[in-house]
C-alpha cells in the first residue's frame, strides 16, 4: 500500500503522487499489448511508492491477470470508469458506498450491462447492417478484430457495465446511431477500436473519486494526480488531472483536451512513449 511521504517522488508538502494510466495503446502497444518499454520505469515507482492505477475499457477479468502479471497491487478501474475496484484492506476500511465482491471493496457508477444489450437489439432495427457488438460475435470473431487470443478475447467478452460496438456503416449514420442511442440514455464513448456504450460514467469521474479515497482513507494532505491516454474515451480524466500525459498512437490523431496547461505529449508510442514522458515529468522540478 503506497506511503505517504516516502522518499524522492513525494515532496515534503506531502503531496502524493498518483498515477492513473489506460492500457490499450498507452502502458500496452496498441498491435502486440506488450509492455516491456515501461516495465523498468515501474519497479521504480513501485519502489518509491508511487501507485499506478489501472483505468482502462478492459473488463475486471481482464485487468485481473495483467495485474498480477505487471505486480500491481492497487487499485484499477474498469470499463472506462464504470467501477472501481479497491483490494480489501488497502484502505483502513471500506470507501462508502462499496460493496464487497470477491474480495475487493466495488464502487459501481452505472447500471449493468443487460440494461445497454437490450438497447443496442431496438437499435438494429433502426440501423441495420451497420453494426456489430461484442456480445453478438463469437469468440474467434473478436479476437481477429482485436488481435487478442481467442482466451483474450473470452475474457474482453466478459463484460459487466457496457458494451463495445464496431461501426459498420457511414459516418453520417454513425453520428445519427451515437445521438440515438445518447436519447436513450446511454453515454458513448470513442475508444482505440470501437464505440463503447455505457451509463453516464467516465474515467474522469472515477479518478477523482478515488483521488479523494487517497486523501480521506490514508489522511493525505494533498494527492498529485497524473492521468495518462492516448484516446478519446481517455479525455475526461486528462482534463481533470493536475497533470496528463497524451501517449501518440500509431493509428489516431491525439485526442485534443480544452485545457491549456500542465499536459504533455509523448515522442514515441505506447509502454515506450509512456516511459519517456512519465520519466521526464517526474525529473521536472516543479512537479516533484
Not at 187 to 214: E, I, N, P, S, T
Not at 218 to 236: F, M, P, Q, R, W
Request: hydrophobic fraction near 40%; proline fraction near 5%; charge should be negative.
Amino acid at each position: 500500500m503506497p506511503q505517504a511521504g516516502s522518499r524522492a517522488l513525494v515532496n515534503k508538502s506531502k503531496t502524493q503522487l498518483l498515477i492513473f494510466s489506460d492500457l490499450d495503446g498507452s502502458l500496452l502497444d496498441h498491435d502486440d499489448y506488450n509492455h516491456a518499454a515501461a516495465d523498468a520505469l515501474l519497479a521504480k515507482l513501485d519502489m518509491v511508492d508511487i501507485p499506478v492505477i489501472l483505468i482502462t475499457s478492459k473488463t475486471r477479468a481482464e485487468v485481473l491477470p495483467l495485474r498480477r502479471e505487471l505486480n500491481n497491487q492497487h487499485p484499477f478501474i474498469v470499463e472506462n470508469g464504470a467501477a472501481v475496484f479497491i483490494p480489501q484492506g488497502y484502505f483502513p476500511q471500506a470507501p462508502e458506498g462499496c460493496t464487497e465482491q470477491q474480495g475487493y471493496w466495488v464502487k459501481s457508477f452505472v447500471d449493468y450491462r443487460d440494461q445497454w444489450l437490450g438497447l443496442l437489439a431496438q437499435a438494429k432495427g433502426i440501423f441495420p447492417h451497420s453494426f456489430s457488438h461484442f456480445a453478438a460475435m463469437k469468440e474467434e470473431v473478436i479476437a481477429s478484430v482485436t488481435g487478442l487470443s481467442v482466451a483474450q478475447a473470452r475474457l474482453a467478452n466478459s463484460r459487466e457495465y457496457g458494451e463495445p460496438v464496431s461501426w459498420l456503416g457511414t459516418d453520417e449514420k454513425r453520428n445519427q446511431f451515437v445521438d440515438w442511442l445518447q436519447a436513450q440514455g446511454a453515454k458513448v464513448l470513442q475508444g482505440g477500436r470501437f464505440l463503447h456504450v455505457a451509463g453516464d460514467c467516465d474515467k474522469g469521474k472515477a479518478l477523482q473519486w478515488l483521488a479523494q479515497q487517497y486523501c480521506q482513507n490514508l489522511k493525505l494532505e494533498k494527492v498529485k494526480t497524473l492521468a495518462i491516454g492516448d484516446s478519446h474515451n481517455d479525455v475526461a480524466m486528462l482534463e481533470v488531472a493536475d497533470l496528463a500525459l497524451i501517449i501518440r498512437s500509431p493509428v489516431h490523431a491525439p485526442p485534443a483536451l480544452k485545457r491549456e496547461r500542465g499536459f504533455f505529449i509523448s515522442e514515441d508510442f505506447g509502454p515506450r512513449g509512456w516511459a519517456q514522458g512519465v520519466q521526464k515529468i517526474l525529473e521536472l522540478s516543479e512537479y516533484e
